[in-house]
């Protein structure tokens, strides 16, 4: 953000005339503040990342259905929600089993994590919100939580799971560096479970903070970084609002149009659309 100049009009004596002088400009106060936390272990070592079309399904498809889909449509990955309080859909199929079969198939895997949400989100769906005062320490939580569920479903050390944060307004800067501090405690945790830490928001409110964050110099940052954007631009060039060296190379997945309705081998799904470049589970 830029700082505004303080301009002072100063009356002048005598004649009537004015004088304009100016104050030092204010030092910027910026919407998110630099935090750091403590990543001994980091990251763990990076797997082979894979670039294609994905898409994401709100319940994991059946197993026929994916079949189908493997030999007839352009998608090679698709997104699962594996863990959260908050998901949008029962998953009566996922299970090990599910994920060793579609891996079999050829299937690369998305897992996502919807928890907690941004204190000024809507609450009309997802009314569990990130205590500010105790935003990190929640990250770590919904971490080895999301950390469970990728052992359960058989996914090995190094597999990524995106945090999911839905869109929220971006009136109050304290909404957002919560948001930001939650993310590096879900980060943290993550590494320390020998996972790597994605997060997926839209590109207008999560991820602009998030990058703002990494401005800043907070860490640690997510491995990976899924913006959404429905532009019906399917590549991974931040659509004109993410900076080239943000989450590059091989960092990125663009969610590009959502709700869309697709068939393919007499298979129907409603689907988002996704171009990956970036890891996944494989």
Same mark, same amino acid.
């Given at each position: 953000?830029? /700082? ?7 009356? /002048?004596?005598? !004649? ?26 980091? $990251? ?8 294609? $079309? ?10 026929? !259905? ?28 996922? !299970?090990?089993?599910?994920? &060793? ?15 907690? #949400? ?18 990190? &320490? ?10 469970? /569920?990728?052992?359960?479903? +058989? ?15 971006? &009136? ?21 479970? +020998? ?52 989450? /590059?190379?091989? #960092? ?12 393919? +081998? ?17």
């Amino acid at each position: 953000m830029l /700082a505004a100049s303080l301009v002072l009009l100063l009356a /002048a004596g005598g !004649t009537g005339g004015s004088a304009e002088a100016t104050a030092p400009a204010a030092a910027a106060v910026p919407r998110i503040r630099a935090v750091t936390l403590p990543d001994r272990i980091g $990251p763990p070592k990076v797997r082979d990342t894979w670039s294609g $079309p994905a898409f994401d399904a709100c319940s994991a498809p059946a197993l026929d !259905t994916l079949r189908a889909w493997r030999g007839a449509s352009p998608y090679g990955a698709l997104g699962i929600y594996v863990s959260g309080g908050q998901r949008g859909c029962a998953q009566p199929r996922l !299970t090990a089993d599910w994920v &060793r079969q579609a891996r079999a198939m050829g299937w690369h895997f998305l897992p996502v994590h919807v928890g907690l #949400q941004a204190p000024c989100a809507d609450p009309t769906h997802k009314p569990k919100r990130i205590d500010p005062a105790n935003a990190a &320490r929640q990250g770590r939580e919904e971490a080895d939580e999301a950390a469970h /569920a990728l052992r359960s479903l +058989g996914f090995g050390r190094g597999a990524p799971v995106y945090l999911d944060i839905e869109s929220y307004p971006m &009136r109050d800067p304290a909404c957002g560096q919560a948001v930001v501090e939650f993310t590096l405690g879900w980060t943290e945790a993550l590494h320390a479970a +020998g996972y790597r830490s994605g997060f997926y928001s839209s590109l207008d409110s999560g991820v602009a903070d998030l990058a703002a964050a990494a401005r800043a110099g907070s860490s640690p940052l997510p491995d990976a970084l899924w913006y959404a954007r429905w532009d019906d631009q399917a590549d991974t060039g931040g659509s004109g609002r993410l900076a080239p060296d943000l989450w /590059a190379p091989h #960092q990125r997945v663009h969610q590009y149009r959502g709700n869309v309705e697709e068939s393919y +081998g007499g298979a129907a799904l409603t689907v988002d659309r996704d171009q990956v470049d970036g890891p996944t589970a494989d």
